[in-house]
Protein backbone atom coordinates (compact mmCIF):
# COMPACT_ATOMS: atom_id res chain seq x y z
CA UNK A 1 0.00 0.00 0.00
CA UNK A 2 1.27 3.44 -0.78
CA UNK A 3 1.36 5.93 1.96
CA UNK A 4 0.54 9.53 1.15
CA UNK A 5 3.52 11.78 2.38
CA UNK A 6 3.18 14.10 5.62
CA UNK A 7 3.07 17.84 5.00
CA UNK A 8 5.19 19.29 7.33
CA UNK A 9 4.89 23.11 6.91
CA UNK A 10 3.22 23.01 3.52
CA UNK A 11 0.45 25.75 4.04
CA UNK A 12 -0.43 25.96 0.37
CA UNK A 13 -3.80 24.27 -0.28
CA UNK A 14 -2.61 23.49 -4.36
CA UNK A 15 0.10 22.45 -3.64
CA UNK A 16 -0.82 19.64 -1.11
CA UNK A 17 -3.60 18.57 -2.79
CA UNK A 18 -1.63 18.26 -6.15
CA UNK A 19 1.35 16.82 -5.10
CA UNK A 20 -0.60 14.10 -2.91
CA UNK A 21 -0.28 15.12 0.33
CA UNK A 22 -2.29 13.49 3.45
CA UNK A 23 -4.80 16.18 4.15
CA UNK A 24 -6.96 16.62 6.98
CA UNK A 25 -10.33 17.88 5.58
CA UNK A 26 -10.93 21.61 7.55
CA UNK A 27 -13.40 22.63 4.25
CA UNK A 28 -16.84 22.78 6.10
CA UNK A 29 -14.91 26.20 7.88
CA UNK A 30 -16.56 27.32 3.85
CA UNK A 31 -19.97 26.26 5.30
CA UNK A 32 -19.85 28.22 8.37
CA UNK A 33 -18.79 31.25 7.36
CA UNK A 34 -21.07 31.23 4.69
CA UNK A 35 -23.76 30.39 7.09
CA UNK A 36 -22.75 32.91 9.51
CA UNK A 37 -22.25 35.80 7.25
CA UNK A 38 -20.56 38.36 9.62
CA UNK A 39 -18.61 41.12 7.80
CA UNK A 40 -15.16 40.30 9.48
CA UNK A 41 -13.90 37.43 11.12
CA UNK A 42 -11.10 37.40 13.69
CA UNK A 43 -9.85 33.73 14.19
CA UNK A 44 -7.17 33.88 17.23
CA UNK A 45 -5.44 30.24 17.96
CA UNK A 46 -1.98 29.39 18.91
CA UNK A 47 0.51 29.24 16.58
CA UNK A 48 1.17 26.07 14.47
CA UNK A 49 -2.35 25.38 14.55
CA UNK A 50 -3.36 25.47 10.40
CA UNK A 51 -4.29 29.42 10.36
CA UNK A 52 -2.30 29.77 7.19
CA UNK A 53 -3.22 26.53 5.18
CA UNK A 54 -7.16 27.21 6.42
CA UNK A 55 -6.54 30.81 4.22
CA UNK A 56 -5.42 29.41 1.30
CA UNK A 57 -8.32 26.84 1.47
CA UNK A 58 -10.53 29.82 1.51
CA UNK A 59 -8.94 31.62 -1.27
CA UNK A 60 -9.03 28.47 -3.70
CA UNK A 61 -12.49 28.07 -3.16
CA UNK A 62 -13.74 31.55 -3.39
CA UNK A 63 -11.46 33.13 -6.09
CA UNK A 64 -12.62 33.86 -9.30
CA UNK A 65 -9.42 33.43 -11.23
CA UNK A 66 -8.96 32.10 -14.37
CA UNK A 67 -7.80 29.17 -13.51
CA UNK A 68 -10.69 26.81 -12.47
CA UNK A 69 -9.80 25.45 -9.10
CA UNK A 70 -13.03 23.26 -8.37
CA UNK A 71 -11.05 19.92 -9.08
CA UNK A 72 -8.74 20.65 -5.89
CA UNK A 73 -12.33 20.75 -4.33
CA UNK A 74 -13.25 16.91 -5.13
CA UNK A 75 -14.79 14.84 -2.69
CA UNK A 76 -13.73 17.08 0.08
CA UNK A 77 -16.29 17.96 3.16
CA UNK A 78 -17.69 20.88 1.30
CA UNK A 79 -18.60 19.82 -2.48
CA UNK A 80 -20.73 17.13 0.16
CA UNK A 81 -22.59 20.29 1.78
CA UNK A 82 -24.28 20.85 -1.57
CA UNK A 83 -25.47 23.55 -4.22
CA UNK A 84 -26.11 26.20 -1.61
CA UNK A 85 -22.37 26.45 -0.98
CA UNK A 86 -20.66 25.33 -3.85
CA UNK A 87 -22.33 28.02 -6.11
CA UNK A 88 -20.08 30.16 -4.42
CA UNK A 89 -17.30 28.21 -5.69
CA UNK A 90 -14.84 30.52 -7.97
CA UNK A 91 -17.11 34.24 -7.76
CA UNK A 92 -15.42 36.53 -5.89
CA UNK A 93 -12.21 38.49 -6.00
CA UNK A 94 -9.82 37.96 -3.45
CA UNK A 95 -7.02 39.23 -1.83
CA UNK A 96 -4.85 37.69 0.73
CA UNK A 97 -2.53 39.35 2.77
CA UNK A 98 0.02 37.61 5.01
CA UNK A 99 2.10 39.84 7.59
CA UNK A 100 4.12 36.94 8.93
CA UNK A 101 7.25 38.36 7.43
CA UNK A 102 6.88 42.27 9.10
CA UNK A 103 9.20 41.18 11.97
CA UNK A 104 11.80 43.19 11.81
CA UNK A 105 13.78 45.05 14.00
CA UNK A 106 12.79 48.41 12.95
CA UNK A 107 9.77 50.26 11.59
CA UNK A 108 11.13 51.00 8.52
CA UNK A 109 12.12 47.51 7.71
CA UNK A 110 8.36 46.28 9.09
CA UNK A 111 7.07 48.70 6.88
CA UNK A 112 8.78 47.73 3.64
CA UNK A 113 8.02 44.39 4.52
CA UNK A 114 4.58 45.11 4.70
CA UNK A 115 4.90 47.49 1.69
CA UNK A 116 6.34 44.68 -0.57
CA UNK A 117 3.60 42.06 0.21
CA UNK A 118 0.83 44.56 -0.82
CA UNK A 119 2.65 45.23 -4.17
CA UNK A 120 3.10 41.54 -4.83
CA UNK A 121 -0.99 40.97 -4.51
CA UNK A 122 -1.39 44.41 -6.67
CA UNK A 123 0.99 42.49 -9.39
CA UNK A 124 -0.88 39.37 -8.99
CA UNK A 125 -4.10 41.46 -9.99
CA UNK A 126 -2.07 43.36 -12.93
CA UNK A 127 -4.49 41.59 -15.02
CA UNK A 128 -7.19 43.75 -14.34
CA UNK A 129 -5.94 47.04 -15.75
CA UNK A 130 -6.54 46.12 -19.34
CA UNK A 131 -9.90 47.01 -18.67
CA UNK A 132 -10.99 50.50 -19.64
CA UNK A 133 -12.88 51.08 -16.90
CA UNK A 134 -10.02 51.33 -14.71
CA UNK A 135 -7.56 54.05 -16.81
CA UNK A 136 -8.54 57.11 -14.17
CA UNK A 137 -6.98 53.99 -11.54
CA UNK A 138 -4.04 52.96 -13.77
CA UNK A 139 -1.11 55.48 -12.47
CA UNK A 140 -1.68 55.04 -9.26
CA UNK A 141 -2.01 51.39 -9.30
CA UNK A 142 1.14 51.02 -10.86
CA UNK A 143 2.85 53.33 -7.87
CA UNK A 144 1.47 50.84 -5.41
CA UNK A 145 2.64 47.71 -7.26
CA UNK A 146 6.20 49.07 -7.96
CA UNK A 147 6.66 50.20 -4.25
CA UNK A 148 7.02 53.53 -5.08
CA UNK A 149 3.95 55.08 -3.71
CA UNK A 150 4.41 57.35 -0.10
CA UNK A 151 2.81 56.36 3.10
CA UNK A 152 -0.41 57.80 2.17
CA UNK A 153 -0.87 55.27 -0.58
CA UNK A 154 -0.16 52.36 1.70
CA UNK A 155 -2.90 52.82 4.15
CA UNK A 156 -5.42 52.84 1.87
CA UNK A 157 -3.71 50.27 -0.53
CA UNK A 158 -6.40 47.58 0.39
CA UNK A 159 -9.27 49.82 0.02
CA UNK A 160 -8.08 51.05 -3.87
CA UNK A 161 -7.53 47.51 -4.31
CA UNK A 162 -10.84 46.51 -3.56
CA UNK A 163 -12.74 49.23 -5.54
CA UNK A 164 -10.40 48.59 -8.41
CA UNK A 165 -11.34 44.81 -8.36
CA UNK A 166 -15.07 45.05 -7.75
CA UNK A 167 -15.24 47.31 -10.66
CA UNK A 168 -13.53 44.67 -13.16
CA UNK A 169 -15.10 41.79 -11.57
CA UNK A 170 -18.16 43.54 -11.14
CA UNK A 171 -19.11 41.49 -7.80
CA UNK A 172 -17.64 42.41 -4.18
CA UNK A 173 -14.32 41.35 -2.70
CA UNK A 174 -12.86 38.88 0.15
CA UNK A 175 -10.02 39.97 1.85
CA UNK A 176 -7.94 37.25 3.74
CA UNK A 177 -5.00 38.49 6.59
CA UNK A 178 -3.07 36.29 7.60
CA UNK A 179 -0.39 36.74 10.97
CA UNK A 180 -2.41 40.03 11.57
CA UNK A 181 -0.48 40.26 15.42
CA UNK A 182 3.14 39.38 14.48
CA UNK A 183 4.01 42.84 13.43
CA UNK A 184 2.21 44.49 16.53
CA UNK A 185 3.62 41.91 18.87
CA UNK A 186 7.41 42.01 17.07
CA UNK A 187 6.97 45.78 17.46
CA UNK A 188 6.46 46.04 20.71
CA UNK A 189 9.62 43.97 21.72
CA UNK A 190 11.63 46.05 19.28
CA UNK A 191 10.51 49.32 20.33
CA UNK A 192 8.60 51.01 17.67
CA UNK A 193 4.65 49.78 19.23
CA UNK A 194 3.07 53.25 18.66
CA UNK A 195 4.27 53.96 15.04
CA UNK A 196 2.91 50.00 14.13
CA UNK A 197 0.02 50.33 15.69
CA UNK A 198 -1.36 53.57 13.97
CA UNK A 199 0.13 52.24 10.68
CA UNK A 200 -2.02 48.63 11.29
CA UNK A 201 -5.26 50.66 12.54
CA UNK A 202 -5.25 52.80 9.51
CA UNK A 203 -4.57 49.92 7.12
CA UNK A 204 -7.72 47.98 8.20
CA UNK A 205 -10.05 50.80 9.27
CA UNK A 206 -9.86 51.77 5.40
CA UNK A 207 -10.28 48.12 4.04
CA UNK A 208 -12.54 46.78 6.95
CA UNK A 209 -14.78 49.52 7.68
CA UNK A 210 -15.84 52.36 5.81
CA UNK A 211 -15.15 49.57 2.43
CA UNK A 212 -18.44 49.33 0.74
CA UNK A 213 -16.91 46.78 -1.84
CA UNK A 214 -16.16 44.30 0.83
CA UNK A 215 -18.14 40.47 0.79
CA UNK A 216 -16.79 39.92 3.60
CA UNK A 217 -12.87 39.69 5.40
CA UNK A 218 -11.12 36.91 7.39
CA UNK A 219 -7.96 37.73 10.01
CA UNK A 220 -5.98 35.23 11.52
CA UNK A 221 -3.70 35.67 14.45
CA UNK A 222 -2.67 34.62 18.32
CA UNK A 223 -4.24 37.22 20.46
CA UNK A 224 -6.69 39.47 20.00
CA UNK A 225 -5.52 42.85 20.23
CA UNK A 226 -7.80 44.96 21.76
CA UNK A 227 -10.57 47.14 19.85
CA UNK A 228 -9.38 50.04 20.93
CA UNK A 229 -6.05 49.41 19.24
CA UNK A 230 -6.77 48.73 15.76
CA UNK A 231 -10.01 47.48 14.86
CA UNK A 232 -11.69 50.86 16.08
CA UNK A 233 -15.58 51.09 15.61
CA UNK A 234 -16.13 48.30 13.89
CA UNK A 235 -19.41 46.79 14.68
CA UNK A 236 -19.30 44.28 12.48
CA UNK A 237 -16.67 42.38 13.99
CA UNK A 238 -16.87 38.41 14.74
CA UNK A 239 -14.20 37.44 16.95
CA UNK A 240 -13.95 33.58 17.18
CA UNK A 241 -11.13 32.91 20.00
CA UNK A 242 -10.63 29.43 21.69
CA UNK A 243 -13.18 30.64 24.41
CA UNK A 244 -15.60 30.33 20.96
CA UNK A 245 -17.78 27.37 20.41
CA UNK A 246 -18.42 28.11 16.47
CA UNK A 247 -15.69 26.81 14.70
CA UNK A 248 -14.27 25.54 17.57
CA UNK A 249 -13.22 21.35 15.51
CA UNK A 250 -11.68 24.00 12.00
CA UNK A 251 -7.92 24.10 14.04
CA UNK A 252 -6.40 21.99 15.25
CA UNK A 253 -7.24 17.92 15.33
CA UNK A 254 -9.98 16.25 16.49
CA UNK A 255 -9.76 13.02 18.11
CA UNK A 256 -11.57 10.85 15.46
CA UNK A 257 -9.36 13.03 12.83
CA UNK A 258 -5.76 11.47 14.61
CA UNK A 259 -7.59 8.09 15.26
CA UNK A 260 -7.90 7.82 11.32
CA UNK A 261 -4.74 9.30 10.37
CA UNK A 262 -3.00 6.91 12.94
CA UNK A 263 -4.76 4.10 10.94
CA UNK A 264 -4.00 5.21 7.64
CA UNK A 265 -0.42 5.33 8.42
CA UNK A 266 -0.30 1.50 10.77
CA UNK A 267 0.00 2.93 14.00
CA UNK A 268 -2.78 2.78 15.56
CA UNK A 269 -1.43 1.21 18.98
CA UNK A 270 0.25 4.37 19.32
CA UNK A 271 -2.98 6.05 20.14
CA UNK A 272 -2.60 6.78 23.68
CA UNK A 273 1.14 7.52 23.53
CA UNK A 274 0.38 10.10 21.01
CA UNK A 275 -2.80 11.72 23.07
CA UNK A 276 -0.95 11.95 26.41
CA UNK A 277 1.76 14.38 24.38
CA UNK A 278 -0.38 16.45 21.93
CA UNK A 279 -3.76 16.12 22.90
CA UNK A 280 -5.55 18.60 25.40
CA UNK A 281 -6.72 21.77 24.10
CA UNK A 282 -9.74 22.88 24.68
CA UNK A 283 -11.22 25.09 21.78
CA UNK A 284 -15.03 26.43 22.66
CA UNK A 285 -16.25 22.68 23.28
CA UNK A 286 -13.81 20.75 21.00
CA UNK A 287 -11.11 19.08 22.32
CA UNK A 288 -8.40 18.83 19.79
CA UNK A 289 -4.79 17.88 19.34
CA UNK A 290 -1.50 20.26 18.21
CA UNK A 291 -2.02 19.43 14.32
CA UNK A 292 1.71 20.49 14.14
CA UNK A 293 3.08 18.12 16.78
CA UNK A 294 0.80 15.06 15.44
CA UNK A 295 1.98 15.44 11.91
CA UNK A 296 5.69 15.34 13.07
CA UNK A 297 5.20 13.00 15.46
CA UNK A 298 3.49 10.08 12.88
CA UNK A 299 6.16 10.94 10.18
CA UNK A 300 8.56 10.61 12.96
CA UNK A 301 6.87 7.34 14.16
CA UNK A 302 6.29 6.04 10.38
CA UNK A 303 9.99 6.25 9.65
CA UNK A 304 11.05 4.06 13.00
CA UNK A 305 8.03 2.06 15.34
CA UNK A 306 10.23 2.56 18.60
CA UNK A 307 10.95 6.86 17.94
CA UNK A 308 9.74 8.52 21.41
CA UNK A 309 7.85 11.20 21.51
CA UNK A 310 9.53 14.86 21.02
CA UNK A 311 8.11 18.04 22.01
CA UNK A 312 7.88 19.83 18.29
CA UNK A 313 6.16 23.40 18.92
CA UNK A 314 8.83 23.94 21.94
CA UNK A 315 10.43 26.13 19.26
CA UNK A 316 7.63 27.46 16.81
CA UNK A 317 5.57 29.34 19.88
CA UNK A 318 6.49 32.84 20.77
CA UNK A 319 8.56 32.45 23.91
CA UNK A 320 9.89 35.90 24.30
CA UNK A 321 6.91 36.72 26.39
CA UNK A 322 7.08 33.75 28.32
CA UNK A 323 10.43 34.72 29.14
CA UNK A 324 9.77 38.12 30.42
CA UNK A 325 7.05 36.53 32.66
CA UNK A 326 9.74 33.84 34.38
CA UNK A 327 11.88 37.36 35.09
CA UNK A 328 9.57 39.48 36.80
CA UNK A 329 8.13 35.84 38.84
CA UNK A 330 7.52 36.12 41.76
CA UNK A 331 7.56 33.19 44.66
CA UNK A 332 3.74 33.17 44.18
CA UNK A 333 4.23 32.77 40.76
CA UNK A 334 6.75 30.05 41.46
CA UNK A 335 4.96 28.41 43.19
CA UNK A 336 1.92 28.40 40.77
CA UNK A 337 3.86 26.85 38.02
CA UNK A 338 5.45 24.32 40.18
CA UNK A 339 1.71 23.13 41.10
CA UNK A 340 0.82 22.74 36.97
CA UNK A 341 4.15 21.12 36.67
CA UNK A 342 2.83 18.51 39.34
CA UNK A 343 -0.56 18.07 36.89
CA UNK A 344 -2.65 20.91 39.68
CA UNK A 345 -4.62 23.76 38.50
CA UNK A 346 -4.42 27.44 39.67
CA UNK A 347 -6.96 29.87 38.55
CA UNK A 348 -6.82 33.09 36.96
CA UNK A 349 -9.10 35.78 35.55
CA UNK A 350 -9.82 35.95 32.00
CA UNK A 351 -9.94 38.56 29.65
CA UNK A 352 -9.66 38.47 25.83
CA UNK A 353 -8.48 42.00 24.76
CA UNK A 354 -4.67 42.32 25.39
CA UNK A 355 -2.92 45.08 24.49
CA UNK A 356 0.63 44.95 25.09
CA UNK A 357 1.48 48.27 26.72
CA UNK A 358 -0.27 47.06 29.37
CA UNK A 359 0.90 43.20 29.47
CA UNK A 360 3.14 43.61 32.27
CA UNK A 361 0.89 45.67 34.60
CA UNK A 362 -0.35 42.55 36.40
CA UNK A 363 1.14 38.93 36.10
CA UNK A 364 -2.99 38.50 34.83
CA UNK A 365 -2.20 39.63 31.35
CA UNK A 366 0.89 37.07 31.29
CA UNK A 367 -1.39 34.19 32.08
CA UNK A 368 -3.76 35.64 29.75
CA UNK A 369 -1.57 35.93 27.21
CA UNK A 370 -0.01 31.92 27.93
CA UNK A 371 -3.81 30.43 28.03
CA UNK A 372 -4.26 32.32 24.19
CA UNK A 373 -0.74 30.84 22.93
CA UNK A 374 -1.44 27.48 23.70
CA UNK A 375 0.34 26.75 27.03
CA UNK A 376 -2.43 26.11 29.52
CA UNK A 377 -6.34 24.41 28.41
CA UNK A 378 -9.53 25.34 30.34
CA UNK A 379 -10.73 23.26 32.71
CA UNK A 380 -13.71 25.12 33.94
CA UNK A 381 -14.57 28.11 34.19
CA UNK A 382 -17.18 30.84 36.46
CA UNK A 383 -18.01 34.06 36.91
CA UNK A 384 -17.89 36.08 40.18
CA UNK A 385 -20.96 38.76 41.71
CA UNK A 386 -19.14 41.42 39.59
CA UNK A 387 -19.64 39.39 36.31
CA UNK A 388 -15.81 38.94 36.16
CA UNK A 389 -14.83 35.57 34.18
CA UNK A 390 -12.47 33.31 35.67
CA UNK A 391 -10.92 30.26 34.46
CA UNK A 392 -9.45 27.30 36.00
CA UNK A 393 -6.37 26.29 34.08
CA UNK A 394 -3.83 23.50 33.75
CA UNK A 395 -1.00 22.42 31.46
CA UNK A 396 -2.89 20.41 28.39
CA UNK A 397 -0.64 17.82 28.12
CA UNK A 398 3.38 16.33 28.24
CA UNK A 399 4.68 18.22 25.49
CA UNK A 400 4.12 21.54 27.04
CA UNK A 401 4.73 20.07 30.22
CA UNK A 402 8.17 18.97 28.88
CA UNK A 403 8.50 23.01 27.67
CA UNK A 404 7.73 23.86 31.44
CA UNK A 405 10.52 22.03 32.76
CA UNK A 406 13.24 22.26 30.55
CA UNK A 407 12.63 25.77 29.13
CA UNK A 408 10.86 27.61 32.07
CA UNK A 409 13.60 25.37 34.04
CA UNK A 410 16.55 26.79 32.36
CA UNK A 411 14.90 30.12 32.77
CA UNK A 412 14.80 30.66 36.78
CA UNK A 413 18.32 28.84 36.57
CA UNK A 414 19.48 31.87 34.22
CA UNK A 415 17.82 34.54 36.49
CA UNK A 416 19.57 32.58 39.68
CA UNK A 417 23.37 32.35 38.07
CA UNK A 418 22.90 36.14 37.50
CA UNK A 419 22.83 36.83 41.11
CA UNK A 420 25.52 37.29 43.46
CA UNK A 421 26.54 34.34 44.86
CA UNK A 422 29.98 35.02 46.60
CA UNK A 423 28.55 34.53 50.23
CA UNK A 424 27.63 31.15 49.16
CA UNK A 425 31.03 30.49 47.73
CA UNK A 426 32.95 32.03 50.66
CA UNK A 427 30.67 30.24 53.08
CA UNK A 428 31.49 26.38 51.48
CA UNK A 429 35.16 27.46 51.50
CA UNK A 430 35.66 28.19 54.67
CA UNK A 431 33.48 25.36 56.66
CA UNK A 432 30.72 28.39 57.64
CA UNK A 433 28.28 25.74 57.41
CA UNK A 434 25.21 27.91 58.88
CA UNK A 435 25.92 30.61 55.92
CA UNK A 436 25.89 27.72 53.46
CA UNK A 437 23.29 26.51 54.71
CA UNK A 438 20.67 29.65 54.91
CA UNK A 439 22.37 30.95 51.54
CA UNK A 440 21.27 27.25 49.58
CA UNK A 441 17.54 27.35 51.40
CA UNK A 442 17.62 31.05 50.16
CA UNK A 443 18.25 29.97 46.66
CA UNK A 444 15.89 26.79 46.53
CA UNK A 445 12.91 29.10 47.70
CA UNK A 446 13.76 31.05 45.05
CA UNK A 447 14.18 28.69 42.32
CA UNK A 448 12.14 26.68 41.38
CA UNK A 449 11.43 22.93 42.57
CA UNK A 450 9.44 19.75 41.54
CA UNK A 451 7.90 17.00 43.76
CA UNK A 452 8.79 14.98 40.73
CA UNK A 453 12.75 15.31 40.04
CA UNK A 454 14.33 14.09 42.94
CA UNK A 455 18.18 14.13 43.19
CA UNK A 456 18.94 14.76 39.67
CA UNK A 457 17.22 18.33 40.16
CA UNK A 458 18.90 19.06 43.70
CA UNK A 459 22.07 17.54 42.37
CA UNK A 460 21.85 19.64 38.79
CA UNK A 461 20.82 22.81 40.44
CA UNK A 462 23.51 22.76 43.37
CA UNK A 463 25.80 22.24 40.04
CA UNK A 464 24.28 25.26 38.35
CA UNK A 465 24.75 27.33 41.14
CA UNK A 466 28.18 26.80 41.52
CA UNK A 467 28.87 27.14 38.16
CA UNK A 468 30.61 30.22 38.22
CA UNK A 469 32.98 29.52 41.18
CA UNK A 470 36.05 30.83 39.20
CA UNK A 471 39.45 29.71 40.54
CA UNK A 472 38.34 26.35 41.52
CA UNK A 473 37.30 23.33 39.54
CA UNK A 474 34.04 22.02 40.23
CA UNK A 475 33.56 18.12 39.21
CA UNK A 476 30.01 16.81 39.43
CA UNK A 477 30.08 13.16 39.37
CA UNK A 478 26.67 11.92 38.35
CA UNK A 479 27.72 9.38 35.99
CA UNK A 480 26.07 6.50 38.06
CA UNK A 481 28.18 4.16 40.34
CA UNK A 482 31.36 5.67 39.74
CA UNK A 483 32.16 4.87 43.15
CA UNK A 484 32.72 8.68 43.48
CA UNK A 485 30.61 11.10 45.40
CA UNK A 486 28.39 13.54 43.58
CA UNK A 487 30.51 16.40 44.14
CA UNK A 488 34.09 17.60 43.96
CA UNK A 489 34.93 21.02 44.49
CA UNK A 490 39.05 21.64 43.99
CA UNK A 491 40.79 24.66 44.47
CA UNK A 492 43.53 24.87 41.62
CA UNK A 493 46.07 24.52 44.13
CA UNK A 494 47.10 21.80 45.44
CA UNK A 495 47.45 23.70 49.17
CA UNK A 496 44.48 25.10 48.63
CA UNK A 497 41.13 23.29 50.10
CA UNK A 498 39.38 20.54 48.25
CA UNK A 499 35.85 19.39 48.85
CA UNK A 500 33.43 16.24 49.07
CA UNK A 501 29.61 16.51 48.59
CA UNK A 502 26.99 13.71 49.04
CA UNK A 503 23.13 14.78 48.36
CA UNK A 504 20.34 12.82 49.87
CA UNK A 505 16.48 12.66 49.86
CA UNK A 506 14.31 13.24 52.75
CA UNK A 507 11.07 11.67 52.69
CA UNK A 508 9.59 14.18 55.59
CA UNK A 509 10.49 16.98 57.06
CA UNK A 510 11.99 15.71 60.55
CA UNK A 511 14.11 13.14 58.67
CA UNK A 512 16.19 16.10 57.16
CA UNK A 513 19.47 15.48 59.76
CA UNK A 514 19.28 12.04 59.73
CA UNK A 515 19.37 12.00 55.85
CA UNK A 516 22.26 14.72 55.82
CA UNK A 517 24.56 11.85 58.40
CA UNK A 518 23.82 9.47 56.07
CA UNK A 519 25.45 11.57 53.46
CA UNK A 520 28.47 11.59 55.72
CA UNK A 521 28.89 8.41 56.53
CA UNK A 522 28.74 7.36 52.86
CA UNK A 523 31.75 9.62 52.08
CA UNK A 524 33.44 8.07 55.03
CA UNK A 525 32.22 4.07 54.04
CA UNK A 526 33.40 4.49 50.70
CA UNK A 527 36.40 6.30 50.90
CA UNK A 528 35.27 8.92 48.64
CA UNK A 529 38.08 11.52 49.76
CA UNK A 530 40.82 8.87 49.09
CA UNK A 531 41.02 10.23 45.48
CA UNK A 532 41.37 14.03 46.70
CA UNK A 533 44.53 12.56 49.28
CA UNK A 534 46.27 10.34 46.49
CA UNK A 535 45.84 13.78 44.23
CA UNK A 536 47.96 15.77 46.88
CA UNK A 537 44.97 17.90 48.86
CA UNK A 538 45.67 17.75 52.38
CA UNK A 539 43.03 19.96 53.63
CA UNK A 540 39.86 18.17 52.72
CA UNK A 541 36.09 19.23 53.75
CA UNK A 542 33.21 16.73 53.59
CA UNK A 543 29.84 17.69 52.97
CA UNK A 544 26.38 15.63 53.50
CA UNK A 545 23.48 17.70 52.18
CA UNK A 546 19.99 16.60 52.33
CA UNK A 547 16.84 17.82 50.78
CA UNK A 548 12.96 17.86 51.42
CA UNK A 549 11.16 20.32 48.92
CA UNK A 550 12.70 23.41 49.84
CA UNK A 551 14.44 23.05 52.78
CA UNK A 552 18.25 22.11 53.03
CA UNK A 553 20.05 20.49 55.99
CA UNK A 554 23.73 20.65 56.14
CA UNK A 555 26.54 18.60 58.22
CA UNK A 556 30.41 19.05 57.99
CA UNK A 557 33.31 17.22 58.97
Known amino acids: MEFKPLPIGIDNFEMLITRGYYF ?70 VINLSLKSAKQPTFELAYISIRRRIAEEYKRHEYILEDKKLKGEKDRYIRISKEQGDEGDYIDSLYFLCECLEKYHNSKVIILIDEYDVPLENAFFEGFYDRMITFIRSLFESALKTNSSLEFSVITGCLRISRESIFTGLNNLDIISILNEHYDEYFGFTQNEVSRMLKDYGLSEKEELTKSWYNGYIFGQAQVYNPWSVVKFVKDLYKNKNVFPSSYWANTSSNSIVKSLIEKADTATKNEIELLIEGKTIEKPVHEDITYDEIYNTMDNLWNFMFFTGYFKK ?131 DNLEKRAEDALKQIEDKGYDMELRSEGYKNIIRYGISFYEKDCYIKMK
Open 379 to 509: VSERMDDQDNRYLELSIPNREVKYIFRTKILKWFEEKVKAKDLSKLYTSIINGEIETFEAELGRLLVETISFNDAYENFYHGFVVGALANMHDYIVKSNREGGSGRSDLFIKSVSKRGVAIVIEFKIAKKI
Open 24 to 93: VDKTLLIKDLLDNKAAVNLFTRPRRFGKTLNMSILQYFFENSEKDNSYLFEDLNIIKAGEKYTSHMGKYP
